[in-house]
């Protein structure tokens, strides 16, 4: 079925499609409850990217999925379903806020490497434990990604509620605020003629995750290493034949994914919050699984993804303060129904498209025959 | 429309028509099968065979066309409709439940009623009838998993006369039979014709279709292009009519002129993940300049054999290459270190091992010799050299279409074990490891491999052949050996043995009892 489709309507096409259908079925939903289903696409639509105020939110959003979405790409491209992103980023953010509180580092410039190096190497070595666990004893790695999740957010707790206290932080559990020095060049500060307001969330971390993006791409699509990810992936017994070693593939797969996740932690982390407090994830983690399947793992369609997915997230936001009775948990339903509409019900829309283009095809070929 | 037919007519099938998308599967086809005789079907891999009899048992809507049983119009829509027009079908893949009694398997789906009691009574009556008549004893109580593949069979052509066929289709029956055994089916199905049951029988062998049908249809590219009778044709005219050509179907070869010894096995063991020894204790050698095959019934050790020489299971015992010990348990045992050895492999699952099927053909022909030159640089792929490399391949070994960015999956059996030769043998290995090279691959392309394998020996070069057809390790090998039960029974010269002898070897009987 897939190759009767040219690659701009599987790539272009179908998750439109999709997102048009997830809108209407959020539409209706929205009428249910009494609400013009129109305002809301509008404040939904004009609250995300109708202002510099809300580019600001949906970029900062788009950039902690891109490095989620990426993460839980690279896995996929070597058939592991990695759901570990809240764990893994979690712990990149304690990478980072252990670099940055603990070493004295006199510019955002160097801090930048030096917590960058930190978030990856904790996302990824908490990535590494459920690896290893797939690769050498057999414990599904959905399982365990999912568990180190629950045992991330107790050490998380623990860490800032007992070790990285600040001290008179009073009730609320978080680190201390990282120097001034150490602040992460924001969109006002970068373009200020821009429009983006003095506390915008939107910094450098956007042209990292941009960084992050071709680095994927090249990795998967030019490198050896992508090569063999690639194949371990569609065909494991090909995998050992061809001599990849599914111990490698897997850990190697699982690092590299870890480390982008914990990445997202440069963002939310370094970039905003400018502190570690209880949750710096938010569910993005678990964004980034709908992100990597909407953008069909490809780096470009997960930046879409992430784009459209950052999105929702401002325009949500928005809507629950512009509209009354649109709760928070409106707008979780309409997430979900784009994340089914995009992910799980995909062949539900594919297999009639691709028959529109088989008759479509047929059609000038036997007009060509007579 | 329900224009009678002829009513001595078993099955008479009308214009039938089918297309999968832009794939023309049948193509007005036409067949009359006389009641009480059997009736062969051939063609070549994606001829339209397996189609027109999944059409005929229900499981697809033919497009056009119409099917008469005992001259009466009668619509399929489901294979229960087929079952009570009277046809049965034995698939190539047996459809048992594993851990079900032959009993059991015989009455499922056509219990009487809530009670299985009744039922369980009247197939055991039955099986024991049919055992007597038609040796098809069976033990009505035993696991379907304890049995071996040529009595699962005789189960599911029970079932099917449980149900009262009165048409039996058989699809590539004899596949995974020994020669005793496929000649044991064969004295059942000519007692059931004798019984005025009509047998159609699909197959791609040319023996079977000589040896037991009285007439035979042909097919080409969905199309039927002869139905002659068996009496009056001959294998080299099926074989025409099949591929379109004139076809070579033996091999021409000089005789061989062996070399050095290029890999000696001693006391080879493998065993697998349950703990069940696959390999119990193989010694042989191969020498420069001589193809070695290995006969025997599929998995009796042969794909064991192949995959610890391919290193990616491990082993026991010592493999000496080129005068070197092989490592056969470290971390240094892998399919990369065997190739870097010289050792060259066209594993027996073309589609599940030897290519990524999603990958283009350029992707696939550096699977395998990816850290090597030209396909890779550093840490980075050429996909230039890639691309060059695979178009030059295609045109030497004639792969169809000749287009390096379709995918894998995209070609057909022969073109696609073509990718798999030309990336091997062109690397220029010392031992070509070789499995099933002919499985699934049309007829025309087996000629071409076969050439490809004799001038490889030629040019000096040591060749494993593995392959369940007894023909194709007779055409091609210098030397035989037969495997059975993860032993080697035996070894013979293609000139001095014959068919019964492996026969008998492959089924486990050493020549002392193949003599008494």
């Known amino acids: 079925m897939t190759e009767s489709l040219p690659k701009w309507a599987d790539i272009l096409l179908i998750p439109l499609v999709n997102l048009v259908l997830a809108l209407i079925v959020s539409g209706i939903v929205v009428a249910l409850i009494g609400k013009d289903p129109f305002e809301a696409l509008y404040i939904l639509v004009n609250g995300s990217v109708g202002s510099a105020y809300g580019w600001g939110y949906t970029l900062f959003y788009t950039t902690n999925f891109i490095f989620t979405g990426l993460g839980v790409a690279v896995a996929f491209h070597a058939r592991l379903f990695n759901i570990g992103g809240e764990g893994q980023a979690a712990l990149g953010g304690l990478g980072v806020a252990l670099v940055l509180l603990y070493l004295p580092l006199p510019h955002w410039s160097l801090a930048i490497i030096a917590a960058s190096l930190g978030a990856a190497l904790f996302g990824a070595a908490w990535a590494a434990i459920p690896a290893y666990l797939q690769a050498q004893r057999g414990s599904h790695i959905v399982i365990t990604t999912i568990m180190f999740n629950f045992i991330a957010s107790a050490l998380m707790v623990y860490l800032l509620s007992r070790v990285l206290l600040v001290p008179g932080a009073g009730g609320s559990p978080e680190t201390a605020r990282f120097v001034e020095a150490v602040r992460l060049p924001n969109a006002y500060d970068i373009a200020p003629w821009l429009g983006f307001s003095r506390s915008t969330p939107l910094n450098v971390s956007f042209f990292l995750a941009l960084a992050a993006c071709v680095f994927v791409w090249a990795l998967i699509w030019r490198t050896r290493l992508g090569y063999e990810i690639r194949s371990f992936g569609k065909s494991e017994p090909a995998g050992l034949y061809g001599g990849i070693s599914s111990t490698r593939i897997t850990m190697v797969a699982m690092l590299i994914s870890g480390g982008l996740i914990g990445l997202m932690a440069i963002n939310s982390v370094m970039g905003e919050a400018e502190r570690l407090v209880i949750d710096p994830v938010q569910g993005a983690g678990f964004v980034g699984i709908a992100v990597a399947l909407m953008g069909r793992s490809h780096p470009l369609g997960v930046f879409l993804a992430a784009l459209l997915f950052g999105a929702l997230y401002q325009g949500g936001g928005e809507l629950t303060f512009e509209m009354n009775g649109m709760t928070r948990e409106i707008i979780l339903v309409i997430q979900a129904l784009v994340i089914l509409f995009t992910g799980a019900l995909d062949n539900m829309v594919r297999a009639p498209i691709a028959r529109v283009f088989l008759t479509l095809r047929r059609k000038p070929a036997q007009k060509a025959g007579s | ?516």
């Open chain 2, 1 to 516: 429309m329900t224009s009678d037919g002829n009513p001595d007519l078993a099955i008479e099938l009308r214009g039938i028509s089918k297309a999968f998308g832009p794939v023309q599967a049948n193509k007005d086809i036409s067949i009359q099968v006389k009641r009480g005789t059997i009736h062969g079907i051939i063609g070549e891999n994606g001829a339209g065979k397996s189609t027109l009899m999944s059409i005929l048992y229900g499981f697809y809507k033919a497009d056009a066309g119409e099917v008469l049983i005992g001259g009466k119009t009668t619509p399929i829509p489901d294979s229960q409709a087929a079952i009570d027009a009277g046809i049965g079908m034995v698939f190539q893949h047996f459809k048992l439940v594993e851990n079900f009694t032959v009993l059991e398997n015989v009455i499922l789906g056509a219990e009487d009623g809530a009670l299985l009691k009744p039922s369980l009574a009247k197939a055991r009556k039955l099986l024991t009838d049919l055992a007597q008549e038609y040796e098809m004893d069976v033990d009505p109580d035993a696991v379907i998993e304890d049995l071996g593949v040529g009595q699962q069979q005789r189960v599911e052509i029970l079932k099917a006369l449980y149900r009262e066929a009165d048409i039996l289709i058989l699809d590539e029956p004899t596949g995974v039979l020994t020669p005793a055994e496929a000649d044991h089916l064969f004295r059942i199905l000519k007692g059931l014709k004798d019984e005025g049951k009509t047998i159609i029988l699909i197959t791609h062998k040319l023996r079977e279709i000589m040896e037991i049908t009285d007439t035979v249809s042909v097919m080409r590219r969905g199309e039927m292009t002869a139905t002659v009778k068996t009496a009056e044709t001959s294998p080299e005219q099926l074989a025409e009519l099949m591929v379109g050509r004139k076809v070579l179907l033996r091999v021409d070869k000089v005789p061989a002129t062996p070399g050095e010894t290029v890999l000696s096995v001693r006391g080879l063991r493998v065993v697998d993940d349950q703990g069940v020894e696959r390999l119990r204790g193989i010694d042989l050698d191969i020498r420069a300049g001589e193809v070695l095959g290995i006969a025997g019934v599929a998995g009796n050790g042969q794909s064991e054999l192949l995959e610890v020489l391919g290193g990616y299971t491990q082993g026991t015992g010592t493999i000496t290459m080129n005068g070197e010990q092989i490592d056969l348990t470290g971390t240094a045992s892998d399919a990369r270190t065997r190739r870097a050895r010289g050792i060259a492999h066209v594993p027996e699952d073309r589609q599940r091992e030897g290519l990524i099927m999603d990958f283009g053909a350029w992707e696939n022909v550096a699977f395998g010799y990816h850290h090597s030159e030209p396909f890779c640089r550093g840490l980075f792929m050429d996909h230039g050299a890639m691309r060059d490399d695979c178009a030059a391949k295609m045109e030497r070994f004639d792969v169809r279409p000749p287009d390096p960015t379709l995918a894998a999956k995209n070609f057909s059996g022969g073109n696609q074990q073509k990718i798999v030769l030309a990336r091997e043998i062109e690397r220029n290995p010392d031992l070509l490891l070789i499995g099933q090279p002919t499985r699934g691959v049309d007829i025309g392309a087996i000629e071409f491999i076969h050439q490809q394998v004799i001038a490889l020996r030629d040019q000096g070069k040591a060749i494993l052949l593995v392959s369940v057809e007894l023909d194709e390790i007779m055409a091609l090998s210098d030397r035989i050996a037969v495997m059975f039960d993860g032993r080697i029974m035996g070894e013979r010269l293609p000139d001095q043995t014959d068919a019964n002898e492996l026969g008998l070897l492959m089924a486990g009987m050493t020549g002392k009892d193949a003599a008494a």
